[in-house]
């Protein structure tokens, strides 16, 4: 399974970029997709995810009420909508896939998804 990853750039603080995240095979609506970010010398980390089927979403608490993933099964795409950028949130964003349902509490592990994008960089400025 083939990401490509789109939407990063720079913006100053406060403001929107939209990730977007194709899929090349397989039944879309099996997936669990996610997006991790890795900052300048951090560790990567969990920002958000979805199951496909039902669209629930999950989100960590440092992007919480400002991002929000969705997705459009005909397209076999993920999205994320980024809101009220701060700089702490530049960084390599990557999408990640599994083509199965991940249980909730292994959701955010990055090691349950077997698919990773090549990462799209956003840069926040203050």
């Known amino acids: 399974v083939q990401l490509q990853a789109s939407g990063g750039g720079s913006v100053q603080a406060g403001g929107s970029l939209r990730l977007s995240c194709a899929v090349s095979?397989?039944?879309?609506?099996?997936?669990?997709m996610g997006w991790f970010r890795q900052a300048p010398g951090k560790e990567r980390e969990f920002v958000a995810a979805?199951?496909?089927?039902?669209?629930?979403?999950y989100y960590a608490d440092s992007v919480q009420g400002r991002f929000t993933i969705s997705r459009d099964i005909a397209k076999k795409t993920v999205y994320l909508q980024m809101n009220r950028l701060n700089p702490e949130d530049t960084a390599v964003y990557y999408c990640?896939?599994?083509?199965?349902?991940?249980?909730?509490?292994?959701?955010?592990?990055?090691?349950?998804?077997?698919?990773w994008g090549s990462g799209t960089l956003v840069t926040v400025s203050s």
């Open positions: 990640a896939a599994r083509g199965q349902r991940i249980i909730l509490s292994a959701i955010r592990d990055q090691s349950q998804y077997f698919s």
């Open positions: 095979e397989g039944t879309f609506s099996y997936y669990t």
């Open positions: 979805i199951r496909v089927s039902g669209g629930n979403s």
